[in-house]
Every structure is written in C-alpha cells, then in structure tokens.
C-alpha cells in the first residue's frame, strides 16, 4: 500500500490560488490513479480530481473545472492540485488517495492521510 502525505494548504481570500501536493512513499508510484477528495465541515467526503497513472487523462468534478488542475511528477512521487480563483465553498480538509482504477467514490478508499486545510475567506 502506498502512504500518503499531503501539504500545501493554508487561509487565503477569495480569488486566490494554493498549489496542494501529495507525497507518496514507495516505488510504485507511477502505477497509481491518483484522486484528490475533500470534506467540508458537516459534510460528505466528495471527489475533486483525478490524473492517470502517467498523467495523460484527467477529470474534475463540475465546480472545479476552469479552476483546478491536476498534475504529478512521477520522478518526485508527487501529485499536485493547483487551485485558482479559489471560492469559499472550496474551504474543506483536502486529501489524495491511490488507486489501480478511477473510482470517484470515497468509499472505495480504506487508506487516507492526515489532509490538509484549506480556508477561503470573502
């Protein structure tokens, strides 16, 4: 199983952008679809993004797209997530996962990581 750590997030204000990352220990890395989720307070855990195992596909869900892009250096064992033109309603915990196939259910995941907060304000 591979471990995950992310970082990146932190407080900004509407309109701003946070680049996330997701570190990933291992050697097998690049053999992972790589899903970026995200809960917000009170909230269901709910899908963002994903990238292929070589980052070729790529997939959002519908209140990111225009404004978040995922990407992965399978050299560095990193994901990213690049958040522009961030909302409030993006405030939540942020977490990647791993996976052999897309699987935009947060239930298909038995492994997370500790997240990363990210707070936009008006």
């Known amino acids: 199983q591979v471990q995950l750590v992310e970082s990146g997030g932190g407080s900004v204000q509407a309109g701003g952008s946070l680049r996330l990352s997701c570190a990933a220990s291992?050697?097998?890395?690049?053999?992972?679809?790589i899903h970026w989720f995200r809960q917000a307070p009170g909230k269901e855990r709910e899908f963002v993004s994903a990238?292929?195992?070589?980052?070729?596909?790529?997939w959002y869900t519908d209140s990111v797209k225009g404004r978040f892009t995922v990407s992965r250096d399978n050299a560095k064992n990193t994901a990213y997530l690049q958040m522009n033109s961030l909302k409030p309603e993006d405030t939540a915990v942020y977490y990647c996962?791993?996976?052999?196939?897309?699987?935009?259910?947060?239930?298909?995941?038995?492994?997370w990581g500790q997240g990363t907060q990210v707070t936009v304000s008006f």
């Open positions: 996962a791993a996976g052999f196939v897309v699987n935009r259910s947060y239930k298909a995941y038995t492994y």
């Open positions: 990238i292929s195992e070589r980052g070729s596909a790529t």
């Open positions: 291992g050697r097998i890395f690049s053999r992972y679809v």
